[in-house]
């Protein structure tokens, strides 16, 4: 194993030594013969900057930002990111990309599109471009096994923010390569529509569809009971208060049930309250509640944050709708410095963590970062965005087909002051929203539907 570390830190050494005198993509090519033919080929999941390569016939260097390296046609080529061999391939002006490091095999592929798009700079992957933070970098050990089946856990424990979940960087990838007139392995998992590939969409969890009727009640109404008599599709109540007998019997009724709880705040009524860091503690959320904000950053949140999904699973829930994802809001005042970056983070390592248990996720108001969460969430749940006149921040879900459960609760829609209820239903009518008017409660004393 010594021998091995040796070998690893030569190379590494002899990459920095002909990396000091050069920019480009290659640095030293002395050693080549003449008659030799060069070769420079890109490295794709997006072109990626910043990974340090070696070739077989002794030139080596970093990758420049259009993911171009330069080899001689054939040679063996090895990458690296920072310290860590990630793999092998054959020099070729055919794009390489990660399934090109691990032919048939493509979980490791996928791991490897994970870990590079989550250690991109700017974190954006929509940009176009994957270039390599090395303060990341260099959190990453100096071996991964990239097929382990740990591969997910032992990186995220040393990295500041959750892996891209697999979901997201495959979509990513396969559409990255496709457009740029590449293939992608045949999958069981992953289909392809006009050259853009989607989840199968019979995979894992329940997805609705946009046509879907719903009901929301969180409280008991005056018989202390939940009222299943809505004849809906979804039912959204809460996780805590909800039996798995009431689960079962709307299962029973032919209706799917989402499970409501709070992703970013917690009560001082909590049965846990101990076990969340103070120093992770914020403001009220309201003068009246015993609710506060928590700072999502705080890594030891994440444990009872799982343990809040492993109930919705236990309970038989088909899936879950996390309140209070958008601390970083500049209309909320959390006493929490939480910022774009990390408030994207946990949303979407939340909707990862939810549809590797099977559940459905809903992104609950959050109209700041929609179209960054939207790949990841399978619906929303927005509330007065009439009222506040923001309905069309919503349409990154309509687009993509996906349900927008939209609640209403000022006097003048309930009253329907001035015809505020029914200009609010006509101009919701062909809109996509499922459109309730409730109580501000959530407690079923009364409902009012726009269809």
């Not at 006149?389 to 309930?414: N, T």
Request: aromatic share 8%.
């Amino acid at each position: 194993m010594r021998i091995r570390h040796i070998l690893i830190i030569a190379t590494i050494l002899t990459i920095m030594v002909t990396l000091s005198g050069c920019g480009s993509s290659s640095s030293s090519s002395d050693d080549i013969a003449p008659s030799a033919e060069r070769v420079t080929g890109t490295f794709v999941d997006d072109p990626v900057e910043g990974l340090l390569y070696s070739c077989s016939s002794g030139t080596s260097g970093s990758t420049n930002a259009d993911g171009e390296y330069t080899c001689v046609l054939g040679d063996d080529v090895t990458f690296f990111i920072g310290d860590v061999l990630i793999g092998t391939a054959t020099a070729q002006k055919e794009m390489l990309t990660p399934y090109s490091m691990f032919p048939g095999e493509p979980d490791a592929a996928l791991n490897l599109a994970r870990l590079l798009q989550s250690v991109d700079a700017d974190g954006d992957t929509q940009n176009g471009a994957i270039k390599l933070d090395p303060l990341l970098t260099e959190l990453l050990p100096k071996e991964i096994d990239l097929k382990s089946t740990d591969f997910v856990t032992s990186v995220e424990a040393l990295l500041p923010t959750a892996l891209i979940s697999a979901d997201a960087a495959q979509e990513h990838l396969n559409r990255v390569i496709l457009a740029a007139g590449g293939e992608v392995p045949d999958s069981d998992d992953i289909a392809v529509v006009d050259g853009t590939p989607v989840i199968d969409e019979a995979l894992d969890w329940y997805r609705p569809d946009m046509n879907t009727s719903w009901q929301w009640q969180l409280l008991p109404g005056e018989d202390g009971r939940i009222n299943t008599e809505y004849d809906v599709d979804v039912y959204l109540i809460d996780l805590f208060d909800s039996s798995m007998e009431l689960i079962r019997s709307l299962h029973d009724d032919g209706r799917y049930v989402l499970c409501h709880f709070s992703g970013g705040s917690y009560e001082l009524t909590d049965e846990n309250i101990d076990d969340f860091p103070e120093v992770a503690q914020g403001e009220p959320l309201s003068e009246d509640t015993e609710e506060r904000w928590l700072d999502i950053s705080d890594p030891d949140l994440r444990p009872l944050m799982t343990e809040r999904l492993d109930l919705a699973k236990e309970k038989g829930c088909d899936g879950v709708v996390p309140a209070n994802v958008d601390g970083a809001s500049s209309r909320n005042e959390t006493g929490i410095a939480l910022s774009y970056d990390e408030q994207l983070t946990y949303n979407r390592w939340l909707a990862d963590q939810a549809h590797e248990r099977g559940l459905a996720i809903g992104l609950m108001n959050d109209l700041d970062q929609i179209e960054d969460l939207e790949p990841y969430f399978d619906l929303s749940v927005d509330e007065e965005c009439n009222y506040f006149d923001e309905c069309d921040r919503l349409d990154p879900f309509i687009d993509a087909g996906k349900p927008v459960f939209h609640v209403e609760y000022d006097e003048r829609y309930v009253e329907n002051t001035y015809d505020y209820r029914d200009r609010l239903c006509a101009e919701m009518e062909g809109s996509g929203l499922q459109t309730l008017v409730l109580p501000e409660s959530l407690d079923d004393s009364f409902r009012i539907t726009c269809d």
